[in-house]
């Protein structure tokens, strides 16, 4: 609610394009979920199951949680570098990811659960550390390797729990993956924009910081042509791919 009432403001000028406060190095955490290293967090089983669908809900709940802080630390963090027009994307972005939490929230409920039930990961944070120092690269691991790969797996996702007969989950996770193609889109753009001010290939200063940042590795199959929607043509990521 926070997150879109800030969104809401900014939307209607209560709020200046103003930058002077320093941004904590870690957001405000609820008491739960527990967070554990990602190879401590117990296998969720397969998906026929409720409690293995709830387990994925979960999970996926955090991953909008946490993408409300990523949003909003964003802004906070380089927004001062930026036209207000950057500010418009990425307010629109954290109450968009606010909305999508609300909905996960809202179908675990239905199912009997609740957001912070079930431990949840650190490494998306962990990403948002990483980048703290740097807007191209907080761009480029954030919504052009994280969000971009929600892209390639959700359909599967949407699959399973359709196949599992719940398509209330498949729907909300449809719905949501429709913003998440904006989103790797308001990060392509102004990583395109950033870079050209700068005189830079992107691609390549792309493929550069994922190098330089990103832990993990970027596994195909992707989902080419959403990430195409989105302004993220092959020719930044399809050299990264093993």
């Known amino acids: 609610m926070r997150a879109r009432a800030v969104a809401r403001d900014w939307r209607l000028g209560r709020l200046a394009h103003r930058f002077d406060v320093d941004m904590p190095t870690r957001p405000a955490r609820p008491a739960v979920p527990e967070l554990l290293p990602p190879n401590r967090m117990p296998k969720r089983g397969k998906m026929g199951s409720e409690r293995s669908r709830i387990a994925m809900l979960h999970a996926l709940a955090h ?93 599967a996702t949407v699959k399973r729990f359709a196949d599992a007969g719940d398509a209330t989950s498949a729907r909300a996770l449809t719905r949501i993956m429709t913003d998440e193609i904006r989103h790797v889109a308001a990060g392509t753009r102004w990583f395109n924009w950033s870079t050209k001010r700068l005189g830079l290939d992107a691609p390549n ?32 990521y399809i050299l990264l791919a093993y």
């Open 63 to 155: 991953i909008e949680f946490v993408a409300i802080d990523l949003a909003f630390d964003l802004v906070g963090r380089f927004g001062g570098g930026f036209p207000p027009e950057f500010v418009d994307d990425w307010l629109r972005v954290g109450a968009e990811e606010a909305m999508h939490f609300a909905l996960l929230d809202r179908r675990l409920r239905q199912m009997g659960s609740h957001y912070g039930a079930l431990p949840a990961h650190d490494g998306l944070w962990e990403a948002a550390e990483e980048t703290a120092h740097d807007a191209l690269a907080r761009l480029a691991v954030v919504p052009m390797v994280l969000e971009a790969r929600a892209l390639d797996i959700t359909p």
């Open 205 to 236: 200063h792309y493929q550069m910081l994922v190098n330089r940042h990103f832990r993990g590795a970027l596994k195909p199959p992707f989902n080419d042509s959403a990430r195409r929607q989105a302004g993220l043509t092959r020719d930044y």
